[in-house]
């Protein structure tokens, strides 16, 4: 099982990951290191604990703010989904009512 050494507030953690994900846990721990970079240019040093605590927090938030967006996007779709099988729907019964109404004028001719 490879290890990738992450490095974040200065401090180096080897991580063991999947075969071929190396790559993947890197931009990971670049995103975390960033966060922790962001947090200590604006609080200073408050302890490595809790700039992983604040920097895992930021990035739940995110998260979670995403799973809404997700969630919106996809009512958004299905609302849309329905309406246009109502029309379609509407469309339908027009035409049967149309050639309905040509049958009707063929057997009466």
């Given at each position: 099982m490879p290890t990738v050494p992450l490095v974040v507030n200065g401090r180096s953690?080897?991580?063991?990951c999947g075969e071929g994900q190396e790559e993947h846990l890197?931009?990971?721990?670049s995103a975390i290191a960033q966060r922790v970079d962001d947090l200590v240019a604006s609080l200073g040093q408050i302890g490595e604990n809790r700039l992983l605590l604040?920097?895992?927090?930021?990035i739940a938030d995110e998260?979670?703010?995403s799973y809404k967006e997700v969630a919106r996007l996809q009512s958004e779709a299905g609302d849309r989904?329905?309406?246009g099988e109502d029309a379609l729907?509407?469309?339908i019964e027009r035409l049967a009512e149309r050639i309905e109404g040509?049958?009707?004028r063929l057997e009466s001719a």
């Open positions: 953690y080897d991580v063991a890197r931009v990971l721990g604040m920097a895992g927090l930021l998260l979670s703010e989904s329905t309406a729907a509407d469309a040509i049958a009707a």
